[in-house]
C-alpha cells in the first residue's frame, strides 16, 4: 500500500455547495480500493485529507460539508488525474401516490456520477411546497450511481407531496425538477349494449369483467372517459380500437376482468397508436417511466412485439388469462399502464 505521505494534512482550497452544470477539466483524487473499484474526488473540493491511526481511516474532509471514511485495508494506491467533471446527473422516473398503502412511491436514477464519485443520493420531500436540501425532509441513499426506489409513508389522500431527487458529489449539488405527487383519480364508466334478456348470462359476465376492470382504472390511473361495450358472437375474443369501442365475443373465456383491461389498455392506446408502437423498439420499451415501473413491479423488463406495427406488450399485458395470478396482477398491469401512456407517450386522459 502506498499511503505513507498521508500521515500529514492536506489543506486545498474552499468550494461552496452549489449546483454546477457546467464540465471543466480538473485536478482528480483517485483512491484505488482492494477490489478494483475507484473512488474519486475533486481536489479543489477537499478541506483535507488526513489518516486516522486509532480507527484504521483515511478521512477526507469535503467542502461540501461531508466527511467520508474509507478503511485504510482496503486501499491499494492513491493516484492524481485531470479530468473532466461535473455535478451528477438524477432524475425521478415514478412519483406516484399509492392509496392502499398511503404512501408516496419515488424511482429515482442516478444516470450519471459527473466523472466523481457520489457521496449521496437520495429523496427530498415537503407536504408545503418545493423541497431543498437545507429545509425539509431528507431521504438518504447512501453512495454511488444507478436506481433506487424510495416511500414516503404516512400520506393521507387529501394531501399533496412535493418530491424532489438529489445527487452529491465532492463538485457540488444536482438536484432534479420537483413533482407534486397526489391520489390519481380516474373516471371511467361504460354503457354496455347488450340486450340482457337474450342474452343474460353474457350480460352478468360482462358487467362483471367491465365493473372491475374500471375500478382498477379508476384507482390507479388519470384516464376520464365513457365507453361503448357491445356484443358480437363472430369476434373470436375480444377487441378494442382506439378512443372507439370494445366488444367481446362468444368464447366466456374472456369475458372476465383479465381481458377486459387489456382491451381497455388498447382503448387508451397500448398497441393501437403510432405514438406507443415508436417507443416499442427491437422488442423492449424504450420509455423510462414504462421501463422503471415494470422493473419495479414484475423485476422483468418491459418487452413487446418486434416489429412496426406492434401491438401487444409483457408483462403485466393480461394477453391471457392465466396472467391473472391475484389481485396484484391486475394493480399491476394498471399502473404499467398508466407510465406507458400517460407519462412515456403523453396521449390524453380525458376525451
Not at 425532509?137 to 400520506?155: A, L, M, P, W
Not at 444536482?174 to 350480460?203: C, F, H, W
Not at 417507443?279 to 424504450?286: E, P
Request: aromatic share 10%; glycine share 8%; proline share 2%.
Amino acid at each position: 500500500m502506498r499511503i505513507q505521505s498521508f500521515k500529514y494534512i492536506i489543506t486545498l482550497l474552499a468550494i461552496s455547495l452549489i449546483s454546477v452544470t457546467t464540465i471543466a477539466k480538473s485536478k482528480v483524487v483517485n483512491i484505488h480500493k482492494n477490489d478494483n473499484s475507484v473512488e474519486k474526488y475533486y481536489m479543489n473540493g477537499i478541506n483535507q485529507l488526513t489518516t486516522n491511526t486509532t480507527d484504521n481511516q483515511l478521512v477526507i474532509e469535503l467542502k461540501v460539508g461531508k466527511m467520508v471514511s474509507i478503511n485504510l485495508g482496503l486501499i491499494d494506491s492513491i493516484t492524481y488525474t485531470e479530468e473532466n467533471i461535473s455535478i451528477p446527473t438524477v432524475s425521478t422516473s415514478l412519483a406516484e401516490y399509492d392509496k392502499s398503502l398511503e404512501q408516496v412511491v419515488c424511482a429515482v436514477n442516478v444516470s450519471n456520477g459527473g466523472g466523481l464519485t457520489v457521496i449521496e443520493k437520495g429523496l427530498l420531500w415537503s407536504k408545503s411546497g418545493t423541497p431543498t436540501y437545507t429545509s425539509g425532509n431528507k431521504i438518504d441513499f447512501g453512495k454511488g450511481t444507478g436506481q433506487f426506489y424510495s416511500v414516503v409513508d404516512d400520506v393521507l389522500a387529501s394531501e399533496a407531496v412535493y418530491v424532489r431527487p438529489y445527487a452529491l458529489n465532492s463538485r457540488g449539488l444536482a438536484m432534479g425538477a420537483t413533482e407534486k405527487v397526489s391520489e390519481i383519480t380516474g373516471n371511467v364508466t361504460y354503457n354496455l349494449a347488450i340486450d340482457k334478456n337474450q342474452y343474460p348470462r353474457q350480460y352478468a359476465l360482462i358487467k362483471e369483467a367491465m365493473d372491475s376492470a374500471c375500478y382498477y382504472y379508476n384507482r390507479y390511473t388519470p384516464f376520464e372517459t365513457n365507453i361503448h361495450v357491445y356484443y358480437n358472437e363472430g369476434i373470436p375474443t375480444a377487441q378494442a380500437s382506439y378512443h372507439g369501442s370494445l366488444g367481446f365475443g362468444a368464447n366466456e373465456r374472456y369475458m372476465f376482468v383479465g381481458t377486459a383491461m387489456h382491451e381497455m389498455a388498447h382503448y387508451f392506446g397500448s398497441g393501437t397508436t403510432t405514438t406507443w408502437q415508436n417507443l416499442m423498439v427491437g422488442g423492449l420499451w424504450q420509455g423510462e417511466s414504462g421501463k422503471a415501473v415494470c422493473l419495479e413491479l414484475t423485476g422483468s423488463a418491459l418487452k413487446g412485439d418486434n416489429n412496426s406495427a406492434a401491438q401487444h406488450y409483457w408483462p403485466t399485458g393480461l394477453n391471457q388469462r392465466e396472467e391473472v395470478k391475484s389481485e396484484q396482477d391486475l394493480i399491476n398491469h394498471a399502473k404499467v399502464v398508466k407510465a406507458m401512456l400517460v407519462d412515456d407517450c403523453k396521449l390524453p386522459t380525458k376525451f
